[in-house]
């Protein structure tokens, strides 16, 4: 595997189930990204983890539930999610979250398509 | 008002053509500005990425960044049909903002 690979790339589920995406990638970078990617909208930063700390939480529901217990893994874990929660979600990672205010390349996974019946 | 803005289109332009993509931002502290691209059923990737006003070429790609309007663009000479995908500008300083992202279609 190379690159950031993400499972399941397909998750249906209901507002009573609970599931976890998860996240790997490849590259040896320190810091990990969750983004929401709606139609239409702005990809939405949802949790930066630099060395396997939370550095970043966009105020996001608490439904939404983050680990990260190594710098190579990231998961997302859901529960009783709401329709409006269907949406792509994207992992990315990058070799530092941001050095001297320098934000580095992103790179990203193919993305989980969550949909919330 | 968003933090950057940005035409979702979608566009369509015949090949050869030049293609003009834009987006636009609020924040005038931002410095750092990226194109990612999106192909359907993939995740995005980095096209350009540049810092503070000016233009920066690469093969096909041109970027600029016209701080003074706050004013992004992405130009495709020659646009050929692999190059039919999704645009997203982002801009920002250690935390990226994200536009909404241009479709663009390269008619054969």
């Known amino acids: 595997e190379t690159g950031v690979t993400q499972t399941p790339r397909h998750l249906v589920m209901g507002m009573t189930n609970k599931k976890s995406l998860k996240c790997e990638q490849h590259?040896?970078?320190?810091?990990m990204y969750w983004y929401k990617q709606s139609a239409k909208k702005p990809l939405e930063l949802m949790f930066v983890?630099?060395?396997?700390?939370?550095?970043e939480n966009n105020s996001v529901p608490s439904r939404f539930s983050p680990e990260c217990p190594n710098s190579s893994h990231l998961f997302l874990h859901l529960h009783t999610l709401q329709p409006e929660d269907s949406a792509l979600y994207l992992c990315a990672s990058s070799q530092e979250f941001a050095v001297a205010g320098v934000p580095h390349e992103q790179y990203f996974g193919p993305g989980t398509r969550l949909t919330v019946t | 008002q968003k933090e950057v803005e940005q035409d979702p289109g979608p566009l369509s332009v015949p090949e050869g053509a030049i293609v003009s993509l834009n987006c636009t931002y609020s924040?005038?502290?931002?410095?750092?500005f990226m194109w990612y691209r999106q192909y359907s059923r993939k995740g995005p990737e980095l096209l350009m990425y540049?810092?503070?006003?000016g233009n920066k070429e690469d093969g096909r790609f041109t970027a600029q960044v016209d701080k003074s309007s706050k004013y992004i663009s992405l130009f495709i000479r020659d646009s050929q049909p692999s190059d039919s995908a999704t645009y997203l500008c982002a801009s920002g300083n250690e935390k990226l903002t994200f536009g909404t992202g241009t479709r663009l279609t390269i008619i054969p």
């Open positions: 983890y630099s060395l396997e700390e939370r550095v």
């Open positions: 540049t810092y503070s006003s």
């Open positions: 924040n005038s502290a931002f410095q750092y």
């Open positions: 590259l040896g970078h320190n810091a």
